[in-house]
């Protein structure tokens, strides 16, 4: 890893944290926007299912990632620096609910949270999305129509991604069909952590085919994954195969999003970003359930990828026990006094 210059707040105005030099789509660089760079009939070598990448990403340094990840976790912002920074990270959550028990009544709740978060202060947000099964995503357009938040469904069997892919994909087509403007989908892990890059890749490609106009998050299960190195290769897969956004969790194991991996991620969206002028967005998701937490992942951001990225266009928080923390620390700054958490809705 390349060790970066000191940015003390986000309103530094340098447009990538790496370098110091300013993100610019390089016009020489042939891409078709949506096609993969990478190609999934490459000849293979070694057991059956594994492949030769066409790209060959160096051995990950842990040790300089993970320490690079805890000094940034060190700056601290403050003032008004502080307050926009909560304020961004609420315009960039993806509020969720992905329960057995969920209902029309939950959904429609969830809807109006992530539509005025603090009516206190109408100015907070509105949020980037909600995140619902499929059945809901009727019920979720209806009661959002008119308003800026976007709707995401999971598919592709998840979260554990064990069907045919057939059905997979006849699941990301029904969300579609009912009007999700973006698709979470999880990657076959065993097929990753056996060698099978050609079917994860498959797979991919396949369901941003079905997607259509809607945006694809490419869900890892990083904590799955096992190593670094797994995580990059499976990060630059998935960028191949057509997403729009990595992500790290489904939220429904342990580890979630960490600030290494996270970086890590981030990091291969800036090199591919550097090789072909397209521009991925990133999404750690669980794990993050702290204001302090979330302003720490946004110093990760600036300084890895610049001010270009700070943007719910290209960043987002999956976690929805972030945001009555976020919440609580922005009454704080509006009216001086500390509040309780029963103070704001569960849902």
């Known amino acids: 890893m390349i060790a970066s210059r000191g940015v003390s707040t986000l309103e530094d105005q340098s447009d990538i944290g790496e370098t110091g030099e ?9 891409y078709s926007e949506g096609a993969p760079a ?21 051995a990950v340094d842990a040790v300089a990632l993970e320490e690079r990840a805890a000094s940034l976790g060190k700056r601290s912002l403050k003032g008004e620096t502080k307050l926009a920074g909560l304020r961004l990270a609420v315009a960039m959550m993806d509020l969720t609910t992905l329960e057995g028990k969920d209902t029309p009544g939950k959904v429609n709740q969830l809807c109006e949270k992530a539509r005025i978060p603090l009516y206190q202060d109408p100015s907070v947000g509105p949020c980037a999305a909600i995140c619902v099964y499929p059945n809901h995503v009727v019920t979720a357009k209806a009661r959002l129509a008119g308003s800026s938040v976007k709707v995401a469904s999971v598919a592709t069997a998840f979260p554990s991604g064990q069907s045919p892919l057939d059905i997979k994909l006849a699941d990301t087509r029904r969300a579609v069909d009912f009007g999700a403007d973006e698709i979470d989908m999880v990657i076959d892990r065993g097929a990753m952590l056996v060698g099978d890059f050609a079917r994860v890749f498959d797979e991919i490609s396949a369901t941003k085919e079905a997607c259509g106009h809607a945006h694809l998050k490419v869900i890892l299960e990083t904590g799955e994954l096992g190593s670094y190195d797994l995580i990059r ?23 979630a999003a960490t600030p ?25 998701a669980g794990g993050v359930r702290t204001a302090k937490q979330a302003l720490h992942y946004l110093v990760l951001v600036k300084e890895t990828l610049g001010d270009a990225w700070l943007t719910p266009d290209l960043f987002r928080f999956g976690a929805s026990a972030l945001l009555n923390d976020v919440l609580m620390q922005l009454e704080k700054q509006r009216t001086g006094n500390y509040q309780a958490a029963d103070d704001f809705s569960k849902d």
């Not at 300013?22 to 042939?30: A, E, H, I, Q, R």
């Not at 630059?236 to 489904?250: C, H, Q, R, V």
């Open 233 to 255: 290769k499976a990060s630059e897969l998935a960028i191949a195969a057509g997403a729009d956004f990595i992500k790290t969790s489904t939220g429904k194991i342990q580890p």
């Open 22 to 30: 300013s993100l610019k789509c390089d016009d020489s660089v042939s």
């Open 38 to 58: 990478f190609n999934a009939d490459a000849p293979r070598r070694g057991g059956v299912g594994s492949m030769y990448a066409l790209f060959a990403p160096p």
């Open 260 to 284: 290494p991996v996270t970086l890590l991620m981030l990091e291969v969206i800036r090199d591919h970003y550097y090789a072909s002028g397209r521009r991925i967005g990133m999404k750690p």
